[in-house]
């Protein structure tokens, strides 16, 4: 156990519609990353936040936004939903954010699209 | 662009025979190095990573890799496997350009099969 916790553990939902997924970091950590997995993109990083700002963003859809809030747990909207979005989301932590930290990955949310 | 490559999708194995997974990085600058394990329906679980020093790293559950900068590769190893040792490896290397994020770009993945 990581210690990073997401829900929910699986979403199906329809094409056209909007979801939230959710993210605690490990106590103590300051930073969040998303990244997506997918059988055809493989993983990818979408967005960092660092207590409560945006840090970085990788290949994130105009569709995709994230935050992060004073209590540090991050949460990732999908809107317009496409067949294509479905994928397992993962949230990591670390401690700063620093280039010399280890993420710590949760178990992810699989989303399916119908 | 940074880019990771991971030259076999999977690598089938016997159990307590030795494996190698490979993994070559293209990158302008200096990078830090992590190998990842994803066991079925689980999260990402750090193996090892590089950061500077030593060239051979070691890592939890008996496995470790060499950093080789001639050859801009981070080959992952374990002298002798178990059936436990079924999952996915990723190699990941950090992005250093953007300054303060630690965002990873990681490869495709390998999946090691280990057979009794």
């Known amino acids: 156990d990581s210690g990073v916790t997401q829900t929910p553990k699986h979403l199906i939902t329809a094409t056209g519609q909007r979801v939230t997924l959710r993210c605690s970091p490990r106590s103590g950590d300051l930073s969040v990353y998303w990244y997506q997995q997918s059988l055809d993109q493989g993983l990818q990083f979408l967005i960092q936040?660092?207590?409560?700002?945006?840090?970085a963003k990788g290949n994130i859809l105009e569709r995709f936004s994230a935050q992060q809030f004073p209590d540090l747990h991050s949460e990732l909207n999908l809107s317009s939903l496409e067949l294509g979005d479905s994928a397992l989301y993962f949230c990591a932590s670390s401690s700063s954010g620093r280039t010399t930290d280890t993420q710590y990955f949760g178990p992810g949310t699989r989303l399916t699209v119908l | 662009a940074q880019s990771v490559t991971q030259l076999d999708s999977q690598v089938p194995v016997f159990e307590e025979a030795p494996v190698e997974l490979r993994c070559n990085y293209s990158s302008s600058v200096s990078v830090y190095l992590f190998w990842y394990v994803q066991y079925p329906n689980q999260g990402l679980q750090l193996l090892l990573k590089?950061?500077?020093?030593?060239?051979l790293v070691k890592g939890i559950n008996g496995f470790e890799a060499e950093f080789n900068k001639s050859q801009t590769s981070f080959h992952l190893r374990k002298p002798s496997v178990h059936i436990s040792d079924t999952a996915e490896y990723f190699c990941a290397v950090s992005d250093l350009r953007g300054g303060a994020t630690n965002k990873l770009i990681f490869g495709t993945g390998t999946l090691l099969a280990v057979q009794p």
């Open positions: 936040y660092y207590n409560g700002e945006e840090r």
């Open positions: 590089y950061l500077s020093g030593s060239t």
